[in-house]
Structure formats: C-alpha cells, structure tokens
Nanobody
Framework: QVQLVESGGGLVQTGGSLRLSCAASGRFFSIYVLGWFRQTPGKEREFVAAIRWNGGSTNYADSVKGRFTISRDNAKSTVYLQMNSLKPEDTAVYYC???????????????WGQGTQVTVSS
C-alpha cells in the first residue's frame, strides 16, 4: 500500500507561484504514475498533471500547460507541482494519487492524499 501526503498549499496573489509536494511512503514498486488533480466545491475532480515514476514522461491539462511543471525526486520519493502565473481559477483543493495507467481519468487513480488548499486572490 502507498501513502501520499500533500503539502505546500496556501494563499497567493494573481501571478504568483507555489510549489506543491506529494510525499510517498510504503510500497513504491506499485507506483507507475503519480498524478495531480484539483477540485472546487460542486465540481468534479479534474486532472492537472501526471508523471511516470520511472522515465519521467509528463502530461498536462491544457489549462495549466506552460504555467505548471510536474517533477519527481526519486531519492526523496516526492513529486512536485511547480505552479507559476497563478490565476484565480486555479483556486482549488489539490490532490495527488497513483495509477497504473498514464492517463487523465480520475477513476484509474487511487490512494488519494488528503489534499492541500490553494487560493489565488485577484
């Protein structure tokens, strides 16, 4: 079993930056892909970015391409989401999760973390 803990959220002004972390512990060999999703009240959880644990291939939602960067530090068992040029519409609770599929469908992800709040003020 893999446990995931997100951190790094907070309040930032429009145009600012934040770096989220997702620390993994447990049975790492079961991790193929780690993804970031976000959710606002009353809306579906939506895909943000994903990275292959081995090899490092990445995928991004169109809404964050060019502004967000996902990366991993295998030695620290941590995946990061660097968020630049933040907009009010990026405000959400951000979650990380693992999957055996390199995709964007949240139903293929599991072992969700508890989430970290990101608020972008206008």
């Amino acid at each position: 079993q893999v446990q995931l803990v997100e951190s790094g959220g907070g309040l930032v002004q429009t145009g600012g930056s934040l770096r989220l972390s997702c620390a993994a512990s447990g049975r790492f060999f079961s991790i193929y892909v780690l993804g970031w999703f976000r959710q606002t009240p009353g809306k579906e959880r939506e895909f943000v970015a994903a990275i292959r644990w081995n090899g490092g291939s990445t995928n991004y939602a169109d809404s964050v391409k060019g502004r967000f960067t996902i990366s991993r530090d295998n030695a620290k068992s941590t995946v990061y989401l660097q968020m630049n040029s933040l907009k009010p519409e990026d405000t959400a609770v951000y979650y990380c999760a693992v999957s055996r599929v390199f995709g964007t469908d949240k139903t293929t992800y599991h072992n969700w973390g508890q989430g970290t709040q990101v608020t972008v003020s206008s």
